[in-house]
């Protein structure tokens, strides 16, 4: 299997900018969620997805964040408009139901300037 | 609150001897438990879990974990340290009221020096 896969790997982008990040998950996988990595706060949470459906998007810092999923095999998050705080690691992870171990992309590696 | 606790930012092994990583939690019930590793500029690669039944449970790269209920912990451990195991080690547990979400430790980076 090919394994979560996301892109793009690395974006520098100007603040103002829209950004947008896109995952594919492992084939029959029906949970997607999507995690932020940063030196200061770790491994958070942003949203997750069931079946295509967003289950808790408590996690989404603001309303500039939006994650859709329109089929079973592609995810976006969007950042709209951007801003230096936003320069993070940004993973896509896939489980599939009955499953209990979640998997993850490489990572998208968003710099804000 | 459910939390996970990493004590050591860093730890620091000579090459062929043991490593013991800490991890203790705090979720009511019974936690799915897991570890993570990340090297350098990669994603997160799952390396064992630990669900139910035997407390030593075994996983990639020759790595163990052992969950001990009555000290809330699930330290992973090898028993031969390779250099190649320097990484970002990541705890994480599941909830049991929701073993969809993963809420993870704040890592500790395992340094193994020749």
Redesign the interface.
């Known amino acids: 299997d090919a394994g979560v896969i996301q892109s793009p790997r690395h974006e520098v982008t100007e603040m103002g900018q829209e950004v947008t990040l896109r995952c594919k998950p492992i084939s029959g996988h029906d949970y997607l969620f999507w995690y932020r990595q940063t030196m200061m706060r770790g491994l958070e949470l942003l949203i997750y997805f069931n079946n295509n459906v967003p289950i808790d998007d408590s996690g989404m810092p603001e309303d500039r964040f939006s994650a859709k999923m329109p089929n079973a095999s592609f995810s976006t998050l969007k950042i709209q408009p951007s801003e230096p705080r936003d320069s993070a690691v940004y993973f896509c992870a896939s489980k599939q139901v009955g499953g209990n171990t979640i998997y993850f992309g490489e990572g998208s590696w968003l710099t804000v300037v | 609150a459910q939390s996970v606790a990493q004590p050591e930012d860093q730890v620091n092994v000579a090459e062929g001897n043991p490593l013991t990583v800490k991890c203790t939690y705090s979720v009511s019930g019974n936690p799915?438990l897991?570890w993570?590793v990340q090297y350098p500029?990669?994603?997160?690669?799952?390396l064992l879990?630990y669900?139910t039944g035997d407390n030593l449970v075994k996983g990639s790269y020759g790595f163990e974990a052992e969950f001990n209920k009555s000290q809330t912990s699930f330290h992973l451990k090898k028993p031969s340290a390779l250099v190649s195991d320097s990484a970002l080690y990541?705890c994480a547990v599941?909830p049991p009221h929701n073993?969809?979400?993963?809420i993870?430790?704040?890592?500790t980076r395992l340094q193994v020096f020749p």
């Not at chain 2, 073993?99 to 993963?102: F, H, R, S, V």
């Open positions: 799915y897991f993570y500029n990669r994603g997160l690669q799952f879990k669900i990541f599941s073993t969809d979400k993963l993870f430790g704040t890592g």
